[in-house]
Each structure stands twice: as structure tokens, then as C-alpha cells.
């Protein structure tokens, strides 16, 4: 199945057809900034497909918010992807509005956790940035103190 007869089928058994030209609305979503962080394009397992026989073709586009899907749903190969970040532009101005809020949702709560991340891993006063370490498998700020 080629890859634009399987966006259709996709966007119009999940319903991602919008019924607004409202696109002009609608937030730019980056591939290579949102990709992994705040949407992954899976396949649809059997058990999770509505409808008629099951198809292994299927394909979602699920964001963090759907635990199940997100972590346990296989993502697909670098090969399939590559399709799909080349016609990302178009394919999300066809993402209805439910699919397009849950991944400005997700986004949204990626820069609240990076800002937040930010704060809460800064330097005292009195010391300065040298890099980063390792403990219990995160990474944190090097601080040191400063040197006058």
C-alpha cells in the first residue's frame, strides 16, 4: 500500500479529517523538534482497531497522553518514517481537530517540563556550570564553585 493511500485510510478511519479551513489557526508542528517527544507514529495493534477485519497496515499516530499506545505499541522502522516526515506538512494540516490538540497538548507539556527542568537545576549562587554528571542514571549540572 502506498503511503498516501495509507494517510487517507488512516486520517479517515480515525477521523482526522478536518471539517474547518481554520489552518491558518493552527500552531506550526515541527517534525524534527516534536517527533518522539510529543508524537510517534505507530501501528495499530490488532486488539486496538474498530471495525471490519484486521488490518496489519494500520497505522496511528498516538501522543504520550495514550500510555498504553505510546509505550507499548511498536513504533515503525526509520524506513517507513522517512515517508512521513517528507509529506509531515500536508499531513498534518489533515489531522482533525481532536489529533491536532493532542499533540499541542503534548508539546505544550514538553516545554513546561524543560522550563521546569531549567529552574530546578541550576547552579547556587556562588557556583558556576562545568559541565554535566551522572547520578542514579540522570544527568545533572556540574557545579563548581567560582574561582575569583
Given at each position: 500500500m502506498k503511503l498516501q493511500e495509507q494517510i487517507s485510510r488512516i486520517q479517515s478511519m480515525m477521523g482526522l479529517i478536518t471539517e474547518s479551513n481554520d489552518f491558518e489557526e493552527r500552531i506550526y508542528i515541527d517534525w524534527d523538534e516534536n517527533y518522539g517527544n510529543s508524537f510517534k507514529i505507530v501501528h495499530t495493534p490488532e486488539g486496538a482497531q474498530t471495525g471490519g477485519e484486521w488490518n496489519p497496515d494500520l497505522i496511528s499516530i498516538v501522543t504520550p497522553e495514550n500510555t498504553n499506545a505510546w509505550y507499548e505499541w511498536e513504533e515503525l522502522p526509520e524506513e517507513k518514517l522517512m515517508g512521513w516526515k517528507e509529506n509531515w506538512d500536508g499531513i498534518q494540516k489533515g489531522l482533525g481537530d481532536h489529533k491536532y490538540n493532542q499533540i499541542v497538548r503534548s508539546m505544550s507539556n514538553n516545554q513546561q517540563e524543560m522550563i521546569e527542568g531549567e529552574l530546578t537545576e541550576r547552579c547556587w549562587k556562588g557556583?558556576?556550570?562545568?559541565?554535566?554528571?551522572?547520578?542514579?542514571?540522570?544527568?545533572?549540572?556540574?557545579c563548581v564553585k567560582k574561582t575569583k
Amino acid at each position: 500500500m502506498k503511503l498516501q493511500e495509507q494517510i487517507s485510510r488512516i486520517q479517515s478511519m480515525m477521523g482526522l479529517i478536518t471539517e474547518s479551513n481554520d489552518f491558518e489557526e493552527r500552531i506550526y508542528i515541527d517534525w524534527d523538534e516534536n517527533y518522539g517527544n510529543s508524537f510517534k507514529i505507530v501501528h495499530t495493534p490488532e486488539g486496538a482497531q474498530t471495525g471490519g477485519e484486521w488490518n496489519p497496515d494500520l497505522i496511528s499516530i498516538v501522543t504520550p497522553e495514550n500510555t498504553n499506545a505510546w509505550y507499548e505499541w511498536e513504533e515503525l522502522p526509520e524506513e517507513k518514517l522517512m515517508g512521513w516526515k517528507e509529506n509531515w506538512d500536508g499531513i498534518q494540516k489533515g489531522l482533525g481537530d481532536h489529533k491536532y490538540n493532542q499533540i499541542v497538548r503534548s508539546m505544550s507539556n514538553n516545554q513546561q517540563e524543560m522550563i521546569e527542568g531549567e529552574l530546578t537545576e541550576r547552579c547556587w549562587k556562588g557556583y558556576t556550570q562545568k559541565g554535566m554528571k551522572t547520578m542514579f542514571g540522570k544527568q545533572y549540572p556540574n557545579c563548581v564553585k567560582k574561582t575569583k
